[in-house]
């Protein structure tokens, strides 16, 4: 019995080192232009927004501000939560105001993500889409 839990021990902890390792080589890393928000394509902002993954970190644009925080990817399934992290606070016309706040709120209901070559759809709990985005 003692062998037996021994092994079982031991795959649990390769699972884990498994786990841990492959979110450094997860295809959603990379740097990812923002196309649709909420179903509604993104127009002229005063920035292009976009996202960069890499390494369980997350940076990028809002279409005004600057954001960077903690990705969780789980490497077996196609779930993924970004946690809140810093954002720049600067000001801009209302169209990219209101591009922004719908950014950050959809980045915040983020839960599943659907990979499809180069566009990734990023989705709520329940498999609704709110961002599209095209790997750049």
Known sequence: MTTMKSI??????????FALSS???????????VVEINGIAVGETLN????????GKYNGNTS??????????CPFG????????????????PYSMEMEHSFL????????????GDVVLLKDEHDIVLMKLARK
Not at 27 to 32: T, V
Not at 64 to 73: D, H, Q
Not at 105 to 116: G, I, M, N, R
């Open 78 to 93: 196609c779930s993924v939560e970004f946690e809140d992290g810093a954002c720049t606070r600067m000001a801009a016309d």
């Open 64 to 73: 005004v501000n600057y954001i960077n925080g903690e990705v969780k990817i």
């Open 23 to 33: 979110c450094s080589n997860h295809k959603l890393n990379g740097e990812w232009k």
């Open 105 to 116: 709120e959809a980045l915040d209901d983020v839960e599943k993500f659907t990979l499809e």
């Open 48 to 55: 292009e927004p976009f996202l960069n993954i890499a390494d």
């Open 8 to 17: 079982k021990t031991l795959l649990a902890a390769l699972f884990c080192v």
